[in-house]
C-alpha cells in the first residue's frame, strides 16, 4: 500500500536503497498481484529476485 501511494504522489526511490525484493515464496507474489501492488512496486524499481533471504 505504501509503494501504491508513493508511486501516486510521483515519488521515488532513492539510489541508496535496495530494491531487490525476495518474498518468502511464490503465495506471497500472487498474493501482491491479486491486490494490485506488484505494478506500483515494479514502477517504483522493486523486481523479485528471488524467494527467500537475500
Known sequence: ?????AVARGLSVPAY???SLAPGSRVVTEYLA????D???RKLGFHTV?????
Request: aromatic share 4%.
Open 1 to 5: 500500500l505504501l509503494a501504491r501511494n
Open 17 to 19: 536503497v535496495k530494491t
Open 34 to 37: 491479486a491486490a494490485g501492488l
Open 39 to 41: 505494478e506500483p512496486l
Open 50 to 54: 528471488g524467494y527467500g533471504c537475500t
